[in-house]
């Protein structure tokens, strides 16, 4: 079956460390656009970081997050350093078809069911 799965999230304090995980089943994971994003009390759903399928990443955090992913164990990771509690959120994995990413949560059409990460001051 077709999926995504998230892991890796958790509580820290502030200006603590996470890496979340996510696994995809069922489809050529290297031949798709991957992405990070998240979902913050009172926000809209926000991307965190895209990777195509040529490795080429656009970001809108600079500095505290690392993403990268394992065509080899279709596996997609976020490494997040200095967590601040405004990360405080659910995390999604998401893909789009056809290799090429754009920062635009509509443009992903199959989505996991997130991975909490809270950040305590």
């Known amino acids: 079956d077709m999926g995504l799965v998230e892991s890796g999230g958790g509580s820290v304090e502030s200006g603590g460390s996470l890496r979340l995980s996510c696994v995809g089943s069922?489809?050529?994971?290297?031949?798709?656009?991957m992405g990070w994003f998240r979902q913050r009390p009172g926000h809209e759903r926000e991307p965190v970081e895209v990777?195509?399928?040529?490795?080429n990443k656009q970001y809108k955090e600079t500095g505290r997050f690392t993403l990268s992913r394992d065509n080899a164990r279709n596996r997609l990771y976020l490494e997040m350093t200095d967590l601040k509690p405004e990360d405080t959120g659910m995390y999604y994995c998401?893909?789009?078809?056809?290799?090429?990413?754009?920062?635009?949560?509509?443009?992903?059409?199959?989505w996991g069911l997130g991975t909490q990460v809270t950040v305590s001051s």
């Open positions: 990777i195509d399928a040529r490795q």
């Open positions: 069922g489809f050529t994971f290297r031949t798709y656009c």
């Open positions: 998401a893909r789009r078809p056809g290799g090429d990413c754009y920062m635009l949560p509509s443009t992903f059409g199959y």
